[in-house]
C-alpha cells in the first residue's frame, strides 16, 4: 500500500535555529498538509498545499513557517527560527479528491532545545 | 468554529471486552467522518471512513455509527486484545478551498489489559 514518507523522524535542534522537515507524498496525491501535535494535545491543522501554493493554513502557520514542493516528490515544511513552543510532532499527508483516502506519514518528533 | 469532542477521555478495560467510544462534532460543510487509531509516537493510521449518507461501516472487530441529525458518532470494539491500546480519535472532513480539512478530536485513550 502507499505511503507517506517523512523523514528525519526526530530532530533535535537549538532554539532560533532553522529547521526542515522533509515529506515524500503519495504520488498521484495532489494535495499536500501539515499538522502539528504537541505532547499530550490534539493534533492541529497548519496547512495545505496544492497546485504548488498554499490554498489554506492556520493561524498557528505564521511567518516563522514555509512550505515547499521542490521537485516533483519532496513536500518541506522550514521553520525559520524554532522557538520552545515548536516542539511537537509534525505530521505530513496527502489527499486526492479520487477517493476519500488521506494518508498520514509517521511524523518528524521536533525538539526544541 | 469547527469542533469535535470525544468521550470518554480514557479507557481501562479487560482483554476480551468489548467498548464504545463517544464522539460530537460541529463542523460546516461536513464532508465524511473518520476514526483513526494512534499509536503512541506515530501517525493516525485510517479504521472507518463514512459520508453523510452512511450511518454503520465496519472494518474487523471496529464498527462505526453515524447519526448526522444529532452530529453523533460512535465507534464499537469488540473482544478487544491488548494491541488495541492506543488513542483513538474521531475526525471529520471538510471540504473547503484547501481540500480536504480534518478537524481532529482530542482522542480516547485505550489500555487493554490482561
Known amino acids: 500500500e502507499p505511503e507517506v514518507t517523512q523523514t528525519p523522524s526526530h530532530q533535535v535542534t537549538q532554539m532560533g535555529q532553522e529547521v526542515i522537515l522533509r515529506c515524500v507524498p503519495i504520488?498521484?496525491?495532489?494535495?499536500f498538509y501539515w499538522y502539528r501535535q504537541i505532547l499530550g494535545q490534539k493534533v492541529e491543522f497548519l496547512v495545505s498545499?496544492?497546485?504548488?501554493?498554499?490554498?489554506?493554513k492556520s493561524e498557528i502557520f505564521d511567518d516563522q513557517f514555509s512550505v515547499e514542493r521542490p521537485d516533483g516528490s519532496n513536500f518541506t515544511l522550514k521553520i525559520r527560527s524554532t522557538k520552545l513552543e515548536d516542539s511537537a510532532m509534525y505530521f505530513c499527508?496527502?489527499?486526492?479528491?479520487?477517493?476519500?483516502?488521506?494518508?498520514f506519514g509517521s511524523g518528524t518528533r521536533l525538539t526544541v532545545v | 468554529k469547527n469542533q469535535v469532542e470525544q468521550s470518554p477521555q480514557s479507557l481501562i478495560i479487560l482483554e476480551g471486552k468489548n467498548c464504545t467510544l463517544q464522539c460530537n462534532y460541529t463542523v460546516s460543510p461536513f464532508s465524511n467522518l473518520r476514526w483513526y487509531k494512534q499509536d503512541t509516537g506515530r501517525g493516525p493510521v485510517s479504521l472507518t471512513i463514512?459520508?453523510?449518507?452512511?450511518n454503520t461501516k465496519s472494518n474487523g472487530r471496529y464498527t462505526a455509527t453515524l447519526d448526522a441529525d444529532t452530529k453523533q458518532s460512535s465507534l464499537h470494539i469488540t473482544a478487544s486484545q491488548l494491541s488495541d491500546s492506543a488513542s483513538y480519535i474521531c475526525?471529520?472532513?471538510?471540504?473547503?478551498?484547501?481540500?480536504?480539512?480534518?478537524?481532529f478530536g482530542t482522542g480516547t485513550q485505550l489500555k487493554v489489559e490482561l
Open positions: 498545499f496544492y497546485n504548488n501554493e498554499i490554498s489554506e
Open positions: 463514512m459520508t453523510f449518507s452512511e
Open positions: 504520488s498521484n496525491h495532489l494535495y
Open positions: 475526525v471529520v472532513s471538510a471540504i473547503t478551498g484547501g481540500g480536504n480539512k480534518l478537524t
Open positions: 499527508a496527502s489527499w486526492t479528491a479520487l477517493n476519500y483516502g488521506y494518508t
